[in-house]
């Protein structure tokens, strides 16, 4: 392993300049991009069932379709020529998915904001 001066050395000898030191350290507070960008990023698991939650019952392929409660871990699965047949082809399959789940929820707190199941979407 080159030491950081051998490094240094080698990147001037192919024109690049070297790194600089970071303008931060551990104890200074982050940027404001920083902080943007990580309220604004959407989790790599969220990206590709996002997708699926957004469509409606006609744009599904699977003929299975299931939801899972991040909050019980429960799990309602319903074929897809039922759902269409209870909430109709052009009902959203998050709508969809939410009604089933509340129908069936067991975490009743009576408060507003902690009631009800929390979707996750999953391929089946």
């Known amino acids: 392993m080159p030491s950081p ?3 240094e050395k080698l990147a001037k000898s192919m024109g690049n300049q070297p ?3 970071s303008p931060f350290g551990p104890q200074d507070e982050m940027p404001e991009e ?4 990580v309220l ?3 989790p790599a698991d969220a990206k590709s069932l996002g997708r699926a939650a957004g469509l409606r019952l006609s ?3 699977q003929h299975v379709l299931r939801v899972s409660c991040r909050r019980c871990d429960r799990i ?3 074929q897809k020529a039922d759902a269409v047949r209870l909430y109709g082809q052009q009902a959203g399959w ?3 998915a939410q009604r089933l789940l509340d129908n069936t929820c067991q975490n009743r ?3 507003h904001q902690e009631d009800g199941c929390w979707p996750a979407f999953g391929p089946v």
């Open 94 to 96: 998050k709508e969809v």
């Open 19 to 21: 790194a600089k030191e």
């Open 59 to 61: 744009e599904l392929s």
């Open 76 to 78: 309602v699965e319903i």
């Open 34 to 37: 920083y902080w943007r960008s």
């Open 40 to 42: 604004d990023d959407t």
């Open 5 to 7: 001066k051998q490094m």
């Open 109 to 111: 707190t009576g408060r």
